[in-house]
């Protein structure tokens, strides 16, 4: 690598050519199927109850508004669009409160009277009020890339479809909704990156730039960084889509791919301010900071593999993208870095056995490196560091307890719908419908029967019945008793096939599939994750207790939202364990120490509790994205801990414990300083994402890392020097008594 550094600038300059050719087939999707994994049977029966009864996100709806929408010239309307519609790819049926009525008497009825009947029976589960209609379009593809074209020739439809005065249409639905967030993830990867880059710069320029001899060389770290954007080129290859939890990962990776180069290059530059040559301090940085760089990197990849425990397909992305821009980073440090410093530096070693020349290197540097705010801040915290370390340990305790306080009493965000843009338009129209029809929660019962006959439809109206006069959450029930009540009631089994047969397919599909299955709705206002365990887990014990003898299983949006909470629940808590087993076993596979092993994680599980007692304070709520952040927290943090365990030790060799204490946290503390915050400029630029749930987990982030770099400048040299004092007393015991027994 020394001898051939323009080799290896040509190598890496190719790898980056193929990977921007590569990056063009980068897709980008949203989908319920990215937050379950793949075996779980909530999200397994949801998908199974969505075929059967042809309900589910992947259709489309369209808001009709107006003064009257049951007006006949409306209705019209309604009807000359559907014709429309269904000239587009992919659309299959379409229900509208018009088509339902055509399908009945094969017009619309010209007596008023006969045509606001037939909506009465028919159609009323589309007619919120006077004022508002829904039409649904049922998509028959569920390929997430074909959304933007179907998404975009339903908006092109409606806008050249003639409708009357005063009426509003709105499209918005599953295809809708994933096109305009495949839109936001696309502006929102721009925006945050761009973001990330500055304040890298920033950053920089105002922390790294006093570690260098030449201003220009500061932002070197920044350049390897952005071409670990490599792995956005990979993507395509390895088969992983940017949605919107994998989209932060480049941002990110950004402010962490600095911290190994920042390590390395300051310490090219300390060894070069003592009058080596380049070639030796290019060797001798690698060699001294190699150790703990690869460390830093094994634990931060650990901590974003943990992700995978989840099962969660997009956060097992996340972690996996992250994970292998760390590992580009590191190898980027290890060849590209040292190439470039040493082909940059070369000038200032032609004179290599003149030590007059190296003597007036060294004047220059020591000159331009005097004392500035952030060596005052650190030798402040060094000192205090070194004076106080018990007082450092029991607040460290107070902070634990406190942290595990918050832990147990931070709130779930179990609607996935609250993790996407809120201002999209999309949303903004499932948020009106929601108003429009009190925004209730509905939970469906699916249940087998041998025969679909008037026993059966009734046993299911008494179960409902039942399961609403029981439950204080439940507030009403809809089911096949409900739409043929509106007919004229529930006939004998002679007379149910002639009934049913002149009820709108459209109406009655959602209430029975095939022969042997039917749904019982039930609506709920239950908001929270405890309410709708309670009530799901209530539900089946009314049906076991009722005493339904076939199988059945309750499904709906409102159990989605339940398992959200589950998964984020049991994720954290595997992937915590996960990475705190990976990382023990890892440093102590390295240092064949006990001590060396666990001081590290105890700075960084104080930073855990510091972020749970954060999120409690501000109200902050758990998403499926936050789960991931005590793995992340373990696997960044550590890095400061380790950088500081190993240079401490270095001095030790040398030093009293104060003394080394001090030196470390000096001379190490600048280069930790500024891989600290530039992985929190990485993190912060998250705040800039239109996504809620990537802005909280950018600011928890932010906070986590700037509380792991204080720690790890104070509770791990503080707890070192308690460690090297227990053992020195225990040693001094054992010497007077082998000694007072001889």
Known sequence: ???????????????????????????FEYGHESMFPKDNIIYKQNELYTKDFGVGSENAFIFIKGTDVLDREVLGYMLRLSNNLKKIDYVGEIVSPASIVVSVYGELPKDEAVLNRALEMYAKDMIPKRTFALMM????????????????????????????????????GGPVLSYQIQQAIKSGLGITTSASIVLMILI?????????????????PLVLSIFTVIVFGLSPLIGIPMTEVTNAFMPVLIGLAIEHAAQLQNRFEEERREGRSVDEAVRISIVSTGLAIALAMLTTVIGF??????GVPALGWFGILSAIGLVIAFGLTLTFLPSVLKLVDKNFDRDRGDESENKKIKTKIKKEGEIGILEKTLSLISGITAEYPKTILVVTVIVLVVGGYAYTNVKLETNFRNYVPQDLPAIVLFKELER???GQYTYTIVLKTDEIDSATIKKVDELGKYITQREEYVDSYESLATLLKRSGGIPDDSRLSEVLSRIPEESKRKYISGNSWVALYLKAHTKDFVKQKELYSSLKEDVEFFGWKDSYYITGQATLYMEIGNIILSSQTIITLGAYVLVVLLLFGVYRSISKAVVPLLAITTVI?????????LGMKQTMVSVTMNSIILGLGIDFSIHVLERYFEERSRFMPIEAVKRTVERTGKAITTSALTMAGGFGALLLSPFPMMRDFGFLALVAILFSLFAALTVVPAFLMITEKLRVDINLKENKIFVSSE
């Open 1 to 27: 690598m020394q001898k051939h550094p323009g080799l290896i600038l040509v190598a890496i300059g190719i790898i980056l050519l193929l990977a921007t050719l590569s990056s063009q087939n980068v897709r």
């Open 137 to 172: 379009v049922q998509i028959t593809t569920t390929d997430s890339i074909k959304y933007k074209k179907i998404a975009e020739q339903i908006v092109r439809t409606i806008e050249f479809t003639p409708k009357p005065p005063d009426v509003i249409v709105q499209p918005t």
């Open 204 to 220: 920089l320029f105002v922390v790294f730039s006093g570690a260098v001899r030449r201003k220009v060389m500061a932002f070197m």
């Open 305 to 310: 593999l943990s992700s995978l425990f989840s």
């Open 436 to 438: 429009v029809v009190g």
């Open 609 to 617: 509790a510091i972020v749970n007692i954060f999120m409690l304070s």
